[in-house]
């Protein structure tokens, strides 16, 4: 069975200090990794897909990274307007099931 | 820019009563998903089709859920009988294929009292 495991649940930073937020997973061969932003009461908002360990994806203030057991979502200098629940999630070979984390929330305190 | 939609935004229903949500994914899109959320967690797949098939239902209580997407286009998704452990967030998402990024609608809040 996949597993998707976010940490930490909850992060404070100060606006402009940078930190990343934690995906491990385990599958059953990994077909890709994605990154979510969900704002409270929406929809998750798709920011990254990872295909491949080592593969990198940069949008404004975020950086996601891929190894082969976890992946890293980098927040440089990040703002109030960052403040949002960030969702890892994975997609297998075998039943093209997408699985998701918990989730980590990031509150940016001006 | 292309949306999934659903309706209704919210839903407020007595227990034991009927309610059922809908879905529009983006035009050419294969692959649908439902996924039921409870606050402060992560989202959870109830059923993924791939056109009109079903291809996974395994997390779906089969008792009091269904689903169908006739013709391969839009989905509904019923509760019969509602529980009060329903409440949750009910959202769909589609994706051009099974292999690619899905995209979500804004969800349906279902509250049942």
């Known amino acids: 069975e996949d597993q998707v495991t976010q940490s930490p649940e909850a992060l404070r930073l100060q606006e402009g200090e940078s930190s990343s937020l934690n995906c491990s997973y385990t599958v059953s061969g990994l077909r890709g990794l994605f990154w979510y932003r969900q704002d409270p009461g929406k929809g998750p908002e798709f920011l990254f897909t990872?295909?491949?360990a080592g593969e990198e994806k940069e949008k404004e203030r975020l950086k996601a990274t891929l190894t082969k057991k976890e992946s890293f979502l980098h927040i440089t200098a990040p703002k109030p307007e960052d403040s949002a629940t960030y969702l890892c999630a994975v997609l297998n070979n075998a039943g093209n099931m997408l699985t998701f984390g918990g989730g980590t929330r990031l509150m940016v305190k001006p | 820019e292309a949306e999934v939609a659903q309706s209704p935004r919210y839903k407020i229903t007595e227990k034991s009563q009927a309610v059922a949500f809908w879905c529009d994914p983006i035009s050419g899109h294969a692959t649908l998903y439902w996924y039921r959320q409870i606050l402060g967690q992560g989202p959870e797949l109830l059923v993924q089709?791939?056109?009109?098939?079903?291809?996974?239902d395994s997390q779906l209580p089969k008792d009091r859920f269904s689903a169908e997407r006739l013709k391969g286009v839009d989905s509904t998704l019923k509760i019969q009988p509602a529980e009060l452990g329903d409440s949750a967030m009910y959202l769909c998402?589609?994706?051009?294929?099974?292999?690619?990024?899905?995209?979500f609608g804004q969800g349906t809040r279902l509250t049942v009292v």
């Open positions: 089709f791939q056109d009109e098939s079903v291809v996974d």
């Open positions: 990872l295909y491949s």
């Open positions: 998402a589609s994706s051009f294929t099974e292999n690619t990024e899905a995209f």
